[in-house]
């Protein structure tokens, strides 16, 4: 048996090394803010020359990460490296910035220097990205609402000017801020007419995504203005793009919740609020409006005679912002009226914020329907008094008109014995019926219609295709290489080898 040669431990040491030192090399280096705004300008006009909107969307897709690190002499260099003569809309983009000092102006950002240098002039869709970038930069302090408010205006009169279908994917993200802009600086409503005006102007460009905004745009100016009326017949007027992305339908879903929960519609709203948490992006991406759904949902959930799980308020994104929603929860399970009314006075100011203080008020009755199921299952008979005490009622007539109210609706099984005073209890009801078939297709229908948006929102890698086109060329060569060397050799029983008389 060879012998078998031992590295040293020293040897393989320095080899584990050296991986990682090569592993370390080929990790790439991440561009500074103003070089990713270099490359995200040579993107758009790439998408612009090849006519796919592909390339735009990757760098929208950047805007939340890259909107956190703006500031002034970020955005001035960016420009000043873009605009490399001095053009009107260089000095156009630099007059909403505040000048530089003596001291910014000598700085050179070395490690921004792109790869492709752009050209003197770029394109109109990256003067409207610059645009966007200031706008966000703008809104980040409250002295500066004016002059977004102008330069949203002018940026509006500039896109519909220019009307070029390349401008689509960044006029939708222009449309969300110019509506934040007039929202922060308390003229929601002032907007509006010009949000129905693009509105049917995209409508008949079939401008999807758009659309798509715009009529979320309309919606939260209504909702914020409480006009749910107004808000029903836009959404019976009008049609929602399905082409449109999933932030745009996660947002539609969500107002429909919110309309359909104040119409008592509280199947339907659930239904669109779960539409809306499975379209949202991830909570840590953004947080603000996972914790709106969650608290809507939570609401409507109880209004339907249901407890959320425990689960969801252990969640880190959810676990903060739900504390009061959690407490309401326990006096809904406990059946208790008087923790439900110290609750509801001590978060008032946050349900009123978050607007779902006139439905959390609502669930009074569920309150007092918890109660008395929890009294039926613990007594067999129990007087009106009682109950009146239990569940800290007015009187006995009020006591009296909510069993009977819940006997009627079907909420406890007995009747009221009103010479006696006292309700008499009876079993429990059967866990069969028709009632259990209904949720049951409810639940079925559900999960069919949830298998069919994930096959429809499923994403493929890109150019994937291309490597299942080069296997099936070099399986086309090897036939033909087969089928030649079939053709030279000849016949393949001449060629054999002499296999004996009995072959």
């Known amino acids: 048996m060879a012998d078998v040669e031992m590295k040293p431990a020293e040897e393989k040491k320095e080899e584990k090394k050296e991986e990682k030192t090569t592993e370390e090399e080929k990790k790439p280096v991440p561009l500074t803010p103003v070089a990713e705004i270099k ?34 002499k970020l955005l001035r260099d960016a420009i000043q490296g873009i605009y490399t003569t001095d053009s ?44 966007l970038l200031i706008l966000h930069h703008l809104l980040n302090t409250s002295s500066n609402y004016p002059k ?26 222009i449309w969300y801020a110019v509506e934040r802009t007039y929202e922060l600086a308390g003229n929601l409503a002032d907007v509006r007419p010009l949000f129905l005006a693009a509105q049917r102007t995209a409508a008949l460009r079939h401008d999807d995504e758009t659309e798509a905004s715009l009529i979320n745009r309309i919606l939260r100016s209504y909702l914020q203005y409480s006009l749910y009326d107004q808000a029903d017949k836009l959404v019976s007027k009008t049609s929602f793009p399905t082409a449109a992305g999933n932030p745009q339908h996660a947002r539609y879903h969500y107002y429909l919740g919110r309309i359909k929960a104040v119409q008592l519609n509280y199947t339907a709203a659930h239904t669109n609020l779960q539409q809306a948490i499975r379209r949202a992006p991830p909570a840590k991406t953004a947080p603000g ?22 689960s969801l308020f252990r969640h880190p994104v959810l676990e903060k912002a739900l504390s009061g929603y959690f407490e309401i929860v326990k006096a809904v399970r406990n059946g208790s009226l008087s923790q439900f009314q110290s609750t ?37 008979r129990i007087s009106l008094r009682d109950i009146c005490v239990k569940l800290h009622l007015d009187s006995e ?9 819940a006997i009627r609706d079907g909420v406890i099984e007995g009747r009221i014995v009103h010479e006696k005073g006292w309700m008499e209890c009876g079993g429990q009801k059967s866990g069969y019926g028709p009632e259990v ?67």
């Not at 609502?362 to 067999?380: D, E, F, M, P």
């Open 39 to 72: 490359a995200n300008i040579v993107l758009i006009e790439r998408a612009v020359s090849t006519m796919e909107p592909r390339f735009t969307h990757r760098v929208l897709r950047s805007l939340t990460h890259l909107r956190r690190k703006l500031d002034d």
């Open 88 to 131: 009107p809309t260089k000095k156009s983009l630099l007059s909403w910035l505040p000048e530089a000092s003596a001291e910014q102006s000598m700085d050179v950002d070395v490690a921004s220097t792109p790869s492709k240098q752009p050209p003197s002039e770029p394109l109109p869709e990256a003067d409207i990205y610059l645009r």
């Open 148 to 173: 977004a408010t102008k330069l949203a205006h002018e940026t509006v009169e500039k896109m519909q000017a220019l009307n070029r279908r390349s401008m689509d994917p960044i006029a939708a993200k």
């Open 289 to 310: 409006f996972y914790q709106a759904v969650h608290k809507l949902s939570i609401v409507v959930e109880l209004l339907m005679g249901d407890i959320p799980e425990r």
């Open 344 to 380: 509801l006075s001590r978060y008032a100011a946050q349900f009123e914020s978050d607007k779902t203080y006139t439905l959390i008020v609502r669930l009074r009755q569920n309150v007092i329907k918890a109660g008395i199921r929890r009294l039926s299952l613990s007594y067999s």
């Open 397 to 405: 007539e009020d006591a009296e008109y909510i069993v009977g109210k």
């Open 437 to 503: 078939s209904d949720v049951f297709s409810r639940r079925i229908s559900y999960c069919l219609e949830l298998h069919n948006q994930s096959v429809k929102a499923m994403r493929y890698p890109l150019n994937a295709h291309r490597k299942e086109l080069a296997a099936a060329e070099g399986a086309r060569e090897r036939e033909k290489e087969l089928a030649k060397e079939i053709q030279e050799g000849g016949d393949l029983d001449d060629d054999g080898p002499d296999l004996g008389e009995g072959f």
